[in-house]
């Protein structure tokens, strides 16, 4: 009976593993391809990376300008097995090439063609897909230089008149857009602390230049200040006018106008009885002053540390 049985299921396995054999093969095959397939399946991944990017810009005689920020690199996402994506990160992503060198081109457009990716391996999402550009003409013109002061003169002393530039313009490059609404070039201030009166001349250096803007010429330019004492001014008006040498003499007009400048502090001590115009007639050469006579005499007025304007400057005198 145990013979029989055991008979029984040799010839069962025998036929089950030997019938349809290239059937129960391909059936293998299948099952293997597949178990392939779905382990592949379950090692694919996502992964994002920073690709670089590379642009040909116009050369400098296109006299063009692209005003767009471009990024150094944009975001590509990768699909691929695991192995496939680290062996390609670790030997890093060919940069992205554009060629914007005819410098009319409005947009770029990333593309999945425009990556070197080995096989295995695709790109699902491309951040940003584009980027839009804009171009300005090159242009150059001249621009005044504009100096300025810093610090504070020594007490008595200003700056007179205005600081003297030499050139006094300079040649400016650039998109036309940033170079039309330049009123001036600046220059580094020039500094007057303790100078007392006289003329000084200093080579400043030029401010650099706005971003995209360029400077043609010499970085620095020559500043020359003048300072001079610090001066007020005084009127006294109808002062009558003294005459010295002859006594009762007639003078026409008989009062003048004074102004009298000087330091600040001397004008603020003046007073009126202090301003005294004068003719004197011993000073004229050639005139007897022993007989009757007329002649036109300058007015001088004399006021210690300052100096005076008269007018009319000269009156008529007969003695």
Same mark, same amino acid.
Do not use: C
């Given at each position: 009976?145990?013979?029989?049985? @055991? /008979? ?29 397939? &779905? ?48 062996? @390609? ?10 060629? @914007?060198?005819?410098? &009319? ?48 003169? %020594? ?5 007179? /008149? ?25 220059? %580094?201030?020039?500094?007057?602390? /303790? ?12 401010? %650099? ?15 020359? *200040?003048? @300072? ?5 001014? *005084? ?47 011993? &000073? ?19 006021? *210690? ?15």
């Amino acid at each position: 009976m145990t013979r029989d049985l @055991l /008979g029984a299921l040799w010839t069962w396995f025998r036929i089950a593993f030997t019938e349809n054999l290239g059937l129960k093969a391909l059936s293998l095959a299948f099952a293997i391809g597949l178990f392939v397939y &779905q382990k592949g399946q379950q090692d694919q991944q996502q992964r994002t990376v920073a690709v670089g990017v590379v642009m040909r810009l116009p050369t400098e005689t296109a006299k063009r300008e692209l005003m767009t920020p471009i990024p150094a690199s944009i975001h590509v996402t990768l699909k691929g097995s695991s192995r496939a994506i680290d062996q @390609l990160i670790q030997a890093g992503v060919a940069p992205v090439e554009i060629d @914007l060198r005819d410098g &009319q081109r409005q947009t770029v457009t990333f593309e999945a063609r425009m990556f070197t990716l080995p096989p295995g391996i695709e790109i699902t999402i491309i951040d940003p897909p584009n980027i839009d550009l804009d171009w300005q003409d090159v242009v150059t013109r001249q621009i005044p230089l504009q100096a300025s002061i810093t610090g504070k003169p %020594a007490d008595g002393f200003v700056l007179k /008149g205005e600081l003297e530039v030499d050139p006094r313009e300079m040649t400016v490059r650039g998109p036309v857009g940033l170079v039309e609404v330049m009123q001036y070039v600046r220059l %580094a201030a020039f500094d007057v602390s /303790g100078l007392t009166e006289g003329t000084y001349r200093r080579p400043i250096a030029i401010d %650099a230049p706005p971003n995209r803007v360029s400077y043609i010429g010499p970085r620095s330019a020559t500043v020359t *200040a003048t @300072l001079a004492r610090r001066v007020s001014e *005084a009127r006294f008006p109808k002062r009558t006018i003294e005459v010295i040498g002859v006594p009762n003499a007639v003078v026409t007009p008989r009062q003048v106008d004074v102004s009298v400048i000087g330091p600040p502090e001397v004008i603020r001590a003046l007073r009126a009885e202090q301003v005294v115009p004068r003719v004197d007639l011993t &000073q004229i050469e050639g005139v007897d002053l022993k007989t009757h006579g007329s002649a036109t005499v300058k007015v001088s007025v004399d006021v *210690a540390d300052a100096s005076a304007e008269v007018q009319p400057p000269t009156v008529a005198v007969k003695w």
